[in-house]
């Protein structure tokens, strides 16, 4: 069955360290997105790209970048970790603009 | 922000009740779904409503569309405790394949 997945689940890191997220996908989607969650806020829209080469900024996209060379993967970059970067992020995949498919999310703890 | 919002934050009802759930949104839509996490999990599709439709039924669950008020509803009929998660209106842009998501509604359904 196809499916996306998130790496790591959880992650502790220091302030200003560079911090990498995975997200591969098997679905062959050209859409992917990354958001990340906190309390109060919902989910919010970081980074998407619709297809290899291409990247798009989303609503809160400063201290991160993302990167497409293929279509499965779409890894989200944190250039320079700071505490306000500790959130809950999620990884997403559609098919034109249609039903997203989620990831299990990464939890990351910036000390 | 292009978030929509969820109305009322947090909602507790029994088991068998009616849950509602609403939506308000702020721009012009090419259609609105409607997405469940349960905790400590990633979002899971439910049901999409296209611009052009007033209602739709999938199963327990019963969606509304006002576009000329920005607004929309889910409906769970007969709620059941597996119904416990959180629910996420996502409205899709007239330009674009990424969905802007709400701040949600943490239903608790009580055995």
């Known amino acids: 069955d196809a499916e996306i997945t998130q790496s790591p689940r959880h992650k502790i890191t220091e302030t200003g360290r560079q911090v990498t997220l995975a997200c591969h996908q098997t679905?062959?989607?050209?859409?992917m997105f990354w958001y990340r969650q906190d309390l109060g806020h919902g989910l919010r829209l970081i980074h998407y790209?619709?297809?290899?080469?291409?990247?798009n900024k989303g609503e809160v996209s400063d201290g991160y970048s993302v990167s497409r060379s293929n279509t499965e993967d779409l890894p989200l970059t944190l250039e320079s970790a700071a505490s306000s970067q500790t959130s809950v992020y999620f990884c997403?995949?559609?098919?034109?603009?249609?039903?997203?498919?989620f990831g299990a999310g990464t939890r990351l703890s910036v000390l | 922000s292009q978030q929509g919002e969820e109305d009322p934050q947090a909602l507790s009802i029994q088991e068998g009740e009616n849950a509602t759930m609403n939506c308000s949104y702020k721009?012009?839509?090419?259609?609105l779904q409607w997405y469940r996490q349960n905790s400590g999990r990633g979002l899971v599709h439910l049901i999409l409503i296209r611009s052009n439709e007033r209602e739709k039924h999938s199963g327990r669950l019963r969606v509304t569309l006002d576009t000329s008020k920005k607004s929309s509803s889910l409906l769970i009929t007969a709620s059941r405790a597996a119904d416990t998660a959180s629910y996420f209106c996502a409205t899709g842009a007239n330009t674009g394949n990424q969905f802007y998501f709400g701040t949600g509604t943490s239903l608790t359904v009580i055995p």
């Open positions: 721009t012009s839509i090419n259609n």
């Open positions: 790209s619709y297809g290899v080469q291409d990247t």
């Open positions: 997403a995949s559609s098919d034109g603009p249609a039903i997203q498919y």
């Open positions: 679905w062959n989607h050209n859409n």
